[in-house]
């Protein structure tokens, strides 16, 4: 058994795949190392990200009384929040990440034809590319706004921090102003005398929040590229179903024989396909459901920052950035959910479109099977079907958070 997971995580070491490899190693989803190697790094994760959120947590309670300051730490709040449940999550579904990776590696290393070892190449590399491209663009983005973060202490003196707030009596006898942060905290200290510490602790947690959140997309863009490629591979199975070579060992091989071993095979790798996705689902359901709300909110309480900090740049600039970086995460997962759609639906028109007329009874009754099955699309959906991952539930969340924005601009 040891020596089986020796030779797997080989081969996505030295495969196109050897960056989800990577990813899912440092945050301790690799499901193919020890249990105490794992443990150790949930254990170093829990001090640092755990100690983090308390903090965080005992900065939000001295402004427990004031909403709307409340809210200005409620992005921060519920982001981690939010990924600690699906991190939690994730280890849970590992033995689902660990089938989902053995059927990558089988599928890989079974025997297909020059074309569809090219589909199934393709498809690694742009999967390989894109999630590279988007951990890069986002973590850029979360490091950009670290930057703009720090540099707000220097555009803005503390001594004007403290001129606006003389104006207000109110807020004078109220917590300590907590400016070049990222989002308010309390660690029992002097806060400017130690800002320095506190700010790179602050840096560190949420840039490793971000990265955990980075990596259980990268891997859930790594599956749907994989599946994409398996529809395509099909297809062109199906559509050349009179010129690939039949599997049979019979010295006589001819066009129907050809025929029906193609479809044949076609119908066991559609299977294994339904199969995938069936996984896919089941290992992200939670993951996409606390996504879909998590991502609501943010839009409505970032863009309620927006209108109510136009006046003061530094601020507003942090948000824009926060803005774009939600609704970069929004688009990516149900763009992914609707390729699911897209290139399962294909199935049915390439079996429709072969040269069925010309095939033997029996390949045409199968045919019909794989025809039935490929008209209903396959999905990625959130919350067992209760929400469909696609460009039509991307738009239907920006209306909602619009709604919710409206509401929050209503009792202003």
Sequence with gaps: MKDKMNNIDEFFQSSQYSFIRMVLSACGLWPFHTVLRRCVIYFTMLLVLGFGLMFQMMGAMEIRHDFFVLLDCAPSILIHIHITCIFIFMI??????????????????????????????SHATYGRKLTMAYMGIQAGIDLLFVFMTALERFVAPKSEYNASFDEVPEVQSGPEVQSGILYRVNYMVDFDTHYVPIFLHTSVVHVSYILMALTIDVLYVTLVEYCCGLFTAIRFRLENAFEFESDS????????????????????????????????????????????????????????????????????????????????????FNWQGQKII??????????????????????????????????????VSAANKLIIMSYVTFNAMLRMSSSYFMLLRSVQ
Excluded at 97 to 118: A, G, H
Excluded at 344 to 372: D, H
């Design 342 to 379: 897209d290139y399962s639906e294909t199935i049915f028109e390439s079996a429709y479109n072969t040269e069925w007329y010309n095939m033997p009874i029996a390949a045409r009754k199968l045919l019909i099977m794989i025809m039935m099955k490929g008209k209903e699309p396959l999905t």
């Design 249 to 332: 060992n019979d010295s006589i091989t001819t066009s129907t024989n050809k025929s029906y071993s193609n479809v044949a095979y076609s119908i066991r790798r559609h299977t294994e396909a339904i199969q995938f996705v069936a996984i896919i689902e089941s290992t992200y359901s939670v993951v996409l459901f606390l996504h879909v709300g998590c991502c609501i909110l943010l839009l409505s309480i970032v863009g309620y920052q927006i209108i109510t900090n136009m006046e003061h740049l530094d601020h507003l600039m942090a948000h824009v950035i926060q803005l774009i970086t939600t609704l970069l995460y929004v688009f990516f």
């Design 92 to 121: 849970y579904k590992l033995p689902e990440i660990r089938s989902l990776l053995i059927k990558i590696q089988k599928y890989t290393l079974s025997p297909k034809s020059s074309e569809e070892y090219k589909i199934h190449n």
